[in-house]
């Protein structure tokens, strides 16, 4: 991961609004471990590395579940208490399909927008060129909440397959 620089803008993993700015590193023993991120409303808060996503060229905060789904995913490859992996795996799967369901419903959402859109455009309320522009924003979200959903489907996969092997190694102890 690059280093981040004060004053960079972060935005949210879900939304892709800005939320704020990298305040300062976190440092243990001369590495850097964390970001603190000021927000647009004021406070000041610690975000592990983990919790920065680059890939887009952005800095994006993912959510805490993301970051917890990955925790439990890694505890569990490394073994410990079967009962206490198999809870853990069991709450973060269903609080990453909470968070499916939300996303199906903006994806729901952006489908009406488009339907609106098109309506819109079919009866002469809006320009042929805010029309593009807005269906060109539309598809861009479309591809944001897609990727999203990928990655949820991805650890909710990874998640229940561990889960699976955990309790066939259970059952056979």
Not at 41 to 58: A, N, R, W, Y
Not at 141 to 167: A, F, G, M, N, P
């Amino acid at each position: 991961m690059r280093v981040l620089v004060q004053g960079e803008p972060v935005y949210d993993w879900i939304t892709r609004d800005k939320v704020g700015i990298i305040h300062a590193p976190v440092r243990e023993r001369g590495k850097i471990v964390a970001y603190e991120v000021k927000y647009l409303d004021g406070p000041i808060v610690e975000h592990p590395i983990e919790q920065f996503d680059l890939s887009t060229g952005d800095i994006l905060l993912l959510p805490s579940w993301v970051l917890e789904a990955k925790e439990v995913i890694s505890q569990m490859k490394k073994g410990g208490n079967v009962q206490e992996l198999m809870d853990k795996a069991l709450k973060t799967i269903r609080k990453l399909e909470e968070a499916r369901s939300k996303l199906l419903a903006r994806k729901e959402e952006e489908r009406r927008q488009y339907m609106r859109l098109l309506a819109d455009r079919e009866l002469g309320s809006i320009s042929e060129q805010y029309f593009r522009i807005q269906l060109q924003k539309l598809r861009e979200l479309r591809e944001i909440t897609d990727s999203q959903l990928k990655l949820l489907d991805e650890l909710v996969e990874e998640l229940d397959r561990r889960l699976t092997y955990l309790k066939l190694s259970y059952m056979t102890v």
